[in-house]
């Protein structure tokens, strides 16, 4: 493999993960039993400072898929928020303004910056409220999310599409924001065995408030409630507001993460 000096791999055709990895997406099952075994040693994560964290699905997901998520963060100290918007049938701009409103709810409530926490196309809705209201959100985290590159390439597509009634090529000049810089912290938790969609479009750019943390042999279905990754979102949130430091993978769940270096390699 060779390694790119800046940032994640440059925009091209890519493929969805193959049919072996969809297949073994069956495995989340066992990363959701392996979060429950391990609670302990979740139990020690940075805990939370009270600010809000509004928990977003992916797509055919409604808000029971982020309820460990939810219920964990909850426990740590955070105040989980649930999207309160059913299943999720995809629509970026459909969705935009009810997210929008979720959103400003929340703030006005709490009074405080509400950290976004999305899965899959979550994630993409995350990262798209981040650019409409920067000055509500405190830091973006997505798992599993495809943000970047040719976001055609995943398994889901052509079922967006249908539901959606959105094209993915539709709102070129929002995918492309939704892929740069954020304004706010931003962490992308992804994997390379993911079934769903290729991680190379979960890849943002890495600068001092942005970075990929690559989970070994998580699945897509997995990922919101695959140990390490739950460890990596919560030592995410605890980072005080306004700061950001790289991932520490020395903690409990180390043999999880990759290398930082190779979420830019090909």
């Not at 460990?68 to 105040?79: A, F, K, N, Q, V």
């Not at 995410?236 to 430091?245: I, K």
């Amino acid at each position: 493999m060779t390694s790119e000096p800046d940032g994640p791999p440059s925009p091209g055709r890519l493929r969805p993960p193959s049919l072996g990895l969809l297949l073994a997406e069956a495995r989340g099952l066992f990363e959701f039993n392996a979060s429950l075994l391990l609670s302990p040693l979740l139990m020690r994560a940075p805990r939370g400072d009270g600010h809000p964290v509004l928990a977003l699905p992916g797509f055919l997901a409604s808000d029971l898929s982020m309820a460990p998520m939810r219920r964990y963060l909850g426990e740590l100290g955070y105040e989980a928020q649930a999207w309160r918007m059913g299943r999720n049938l995809g629509g970026l701009a459909r969705m935009r303004q009810a997210l929008r409103t979720r959103l400003v709810e929340i703030h006005a409530t709490s009074g405080r910056k509400v950290s976004l926490v999305g899965w899959s196309l979550g994630g993409v809705y995350a990262r798209d409220l981040a650019l409409q209201a920067p000055d509500m959100v405190r830091s973006v985290i997505t798992l599993g999310s495809p943000f970047a590159n040719d976001v055609r390439a995943t398994n889901a597509t052509a079922l967006y599409e249908a539901l959606s009634g959105e094209r993915v090529e539709d709102f070129a000049e929002a995918r492309a924001a939704i892929a740069g810089d954020l304004k706010v912290p931003a962490t992308s938790i992804y994997s390379r065995t993911d079934g769903v969609v290729n991680w190379r479009t979960c890849l943002l750019r890495e600068s001092d408030r942005a970075e990929n943390i690559e989970v070994h042999l998580a699945s897509h279905v997995g990922l919101g409630v695959n140990p390490a990754a739950l460890w990596a979102v919560a030592d995410r949130l605890a980072q005080p507001e306004g700061e950001f430091w790289p991932f520490d993978r020395a903690g409990p769940f180390a043999i999880a993460y990759a290398p930082p270096e190779r979420a830019v390699s090909a």
